[in-house]
């Protein structure tokens, strides 16, 4: 079993940056690909970026790349988002989401999810 606790979020204004913190329990962390996933009013959940189990891989969506980079420390069972040039359009709660593999994240099969934590971008 795997419980994952996502911190991090805030109010903040366009330009500024926030690192979200995943932080999980679980003997087994270190062996699953970790994604975060943001979902604003109105729209479905769909994944930012994602991690495999060494962190030797990463993907990004258009939107996220080159502003936003996902890490992890599997010593301390952690994985970040560092955001940075945060746009209102980044509005949304960001969600962290364990699973076997980065394609099952990246299509939404996550295994193990969050609670979720609230990232707000005023113009």
């Known amino acids: 079993q795997v419980q994952l606790v996502e911190s991090g979020g805030g109010l903040v204004q366009t330009g500024d940056s926030l690192r979200l913190s995943c932080a999980a329990s679980g003997r087994t962390f270190s062996s699953y690909a970790v994604g975060w996933f943001h979902q604003a009013p109105g729209k479905e959940r769909e994944y930012v970026a994602v991690?495999?189990?060494?962190?030797?891989?990463?993907y990004y969506t258009d939107s996220a790349k080159g502003r936003f980079t996902i890490s992890r420390n599997n010593a301390r069972n952690t994985v970040y988002l560092q955001m940075n040039s945060l746009k209102p359009e980044d509005t949304a709660v960001y969600y962290c989401?364990?699973?076997?593999?980065?394609?099952?994240?990246?299509?939404?099969?996550?295994?193990?999810w969050g609670q979720g934590t609230q990232v707000t971008v005023s113009s």
């Open positions: 991690i495999n189990w060494s962190g030797t891989t990463t």
């Open positions: 989401a364990a699973g076997s593999t980065i394609a099952a994240l990246t299509n939404g099969a996550g295994t193990y």
